[in-house]
T-cell receptor
């Protein structure tokens, strides 16, 4: 059981380049989210989705796009990378309802923008 | 505004000593509360969660947490710390009824364990 899989694990980009961080889950979860983790700031929500075809903005959405064409995949796109987007990115998934649900996290993607 | 505060950025304890990590939240409704642990270079692992009922919840690895509504706190405790507990710990809050895709995290507490 793979859980939440993120690729790549590490990436270096030049300012202005674009790229897509991949996230896939095999638990048939409706909810998926992207967070970024920065020192001293914890994890902050970038975008989230409540199901295929439905996405919404979180706390820090600027500079990022998402789409959800399937239940399994939730890619995060950086349109024009900036040094301020240097961070560790985590994808998470969970069931959409019910007491006792929890979010499962991927291993993270460490992105450096130079 | 909803928020989570972890007042201690860094804590050092001796192996075998007891541990308490503090977490305070600001939330307008009944929250879901979580503690996650992150080992170096790893993702986040759920230690425990509180939704309702008994305010003292047990988690994995010998951790427990107590929900105190009057103090808006959800402190994490362990009676005897092991060297392998050295990691960063995050408290998080989510809206009651689910929506665990919109968690609000604290800034984390980095735990160091001395031999």
């Amino acid at each position: 059981n793979a859980g939440v899989t993120q690729t790549p694990k590490f990436q270096v980009l030049k300012t202005g380049q674009s790229m897509t961080l991949q996230c896939a889950q095999d638990m048939n979860h409706e909810y998926m989210s992207w967070y970024r983790q920065d020192p001293g700031m914890g994890l902050r929500l970038i975008h989230y989705s409540v199901g295929a075809g439905i996405t919404d903005q979180g706390e820090v959405p600027n500079g990022y796009n998402v789409s959800r064409s399937t239940t399994e995949d939730f890619p995060l796109r950086l349109l024009s990378a900036a040094p301020s987007q240097t961070s560790v990115y985590f994808c998470a998934s969970s069931y959409d309802r019910g007491v006792g649900t929890e979010a499962f996290f991927g291993q993270g993607t460490r992105l450096t923008v130079v | 505004a909803q928020s989570v505060t972890q007042p201690d950025i860094h804590i050092t304890v001796s192996e075998g000593a007891s541990l308490e990590l503090r977490c305070n939240y600001s939330y307008g409704a009944t929250p879901y509360l979580f503690w996650y642990v992150q080992s170096p270079g790893q993702g986040l692992q759920l230690l425990l969660k509180y939704f309702s009922g008994d305010t003292l919840v047990q988690g994995i690895k010998g951790f427990e947490a107590e929900f105190k509504r009057s103090q808006s706190s959800f402190n994490l405790r362990k009676p005897s710390v092991h060297w392998s507990d050295a990691a960063e710990y995050f408290c998080a809050v989510g809206p009651y009824g689910g929506a665990t895709n919109k968690l609000i995290f604290g800034t984390g507490t980095l735990l160091a364990v001395q031999p």
